[in-house]
């Protein structure tokens, strides 16, 4: 079984309150006559680029794919467990939820029966944007159904500004929205359930609006104590790459390596990683092999691979995630390096 770096290619979606530009990142999709509002990087209908399942979807690999390309962690019976996107808003999104696991397999069987926790990562944040996550302490599921009716439900969410670099966790069950003026990074279990809430009265070029769901969403939102929000991330510097950890639960563990010179890793023997480039340019290197890398490219990296190199051309950012054997699986690594346990485990949604 031929082992190398595989890279994923996006395909667009169309939402009304995306860009008609989704450039830097994207370059080619500019000028746009219809708002798109979301490029996934990770879905079933993505392209593999390269090596032994070129030309096949993922969804078509992924069952396919032995355990030295999946891991020994893996199930490859259920759908590839981690989607990657790049959010585009201009406007902001619908006031909504998603299940958690146990709701989805009970309820939405039809659309997969798995549950969304995902986190947020900013790529750019224009002067005032900000997310809205988790209901304030005040609300109750009476409180929230008047402010449905009345059109504010917004006004019962917490708001959170971002700035570039900022992560927000969501946790399955919590209320929120994205406001515009950003580009977002999302990771998240490979789920596309959504109950809307409140859609602010759009309409679509034919004058209907998008369903709500709001019977759904009052069954499975968490009231009360929250546990989303911002991330308070734990930064170490380590053999010239700065690696901050953002964010550790059952489905995703993520962190942000940033070099400039090569940097070495390791692959993770009990499951895939997948690398999201932010910026920069360089090469993979690995086994007398190289690929070139770009912004907004990711890759999968096979569970077996071993060692490999990301030598930058330029000044590289990079998301690296996965799915971890337990939460929190990268604690002794960081306390074995200085940080303290009570850092480490503020990262660890269990």
Not at 273 to 295: M, V
Request: aromatic share 10%; net charge neutral.
């Amino acid at each position: 079984m031929i082992l190398c770096p595989a890279r994923l290619e996006p395909i667009f979606s169309p939402r009304p309150w995306g860009s008609l530009s989704l450039a830097p990142f994207f370059p080619e999709k500019s000028g746009l006559a219809e708002p798109l509002g979301e490029a996934w990087m990770t879905g079933s209908e993505c392209h593999i680029a390269n090596g032994p399942f070129a030309g096949k979807k993922l969804g078509e690999a992924w069952p396919e794919m032995p355990p030295e390309w999946t891991g020994t962690g893996a199930n490859r019976s259920a759908a590839f467990p981690l989607l990657v996107k790049f959010i585009f808003p201009e406007e902001k999104l619908s006031v909504q939820v998603h299940p958690d696991d146990e709701y989805a397999s009970r309820h939405e069987q039809a659309a997969g029966g798995r549950g969304k926790t995902e986190m947020w990562y900013a790529l750019q944040a224009r002067p005032g944007a900000e997310v809205l996550v988790g209901l304030k302490p005040s609300v109750t599921r009476e409180i929230f159904e008047r402010a449905i009716a009345d059109g504010s439900a917004e006004d019962c969410l917490e708001h959170v500004p971002l700035r570039a670099g900022d992560a927000v966790f969501v946790p399955a069950s919590t209320a929120h929205t994205i406001g515009p003026g950003l580009v977002l990074c999302e990771i998240q279990q490979n789920s596309d359930i959504t109950y809307r809430v409140y859609d602010y009265n759009r309409r679509d070029a034919n004058g209907q609006a998008r369903p709500l769901h709001v019977q759904k969403a009052l069954e499975v939102m968490r009231f009360g104590k929250q546990s989303g929000g911002k991330i308070a991330p734990v930064r170490i510097q380590e053999a010239g790459a700065e690696k901050t950890y953002f964010a550790s639960c059952r489905y995703f563990e993520t962190a942000r390596w940033e070099f400039s010179q090569p940097a070495q890793m390791v692959s993770l023997q009990s499951y895939f990683d997948l690398l999201i480039f932010l910026e920069g340019s360089g090469t993979i290197r690995w086994d007398r092999e190289n690929a070139a890398y770009a912004p907004a490219q990711v890759w999968m990296i096979p569970a077996a691979l071993g060692s490999f190199q990301v030598a930058p051309g330029s000044r590289t950012s990079l998301l690296r995630t996965y799915v971890p054997r337990q939460p929190g699986e990268f604690g002794p690594g960081l306390t074995q390096r200085g940080v303290s346990e009570a850092e480490w485990s503020r990262l660890v949604y269990r």
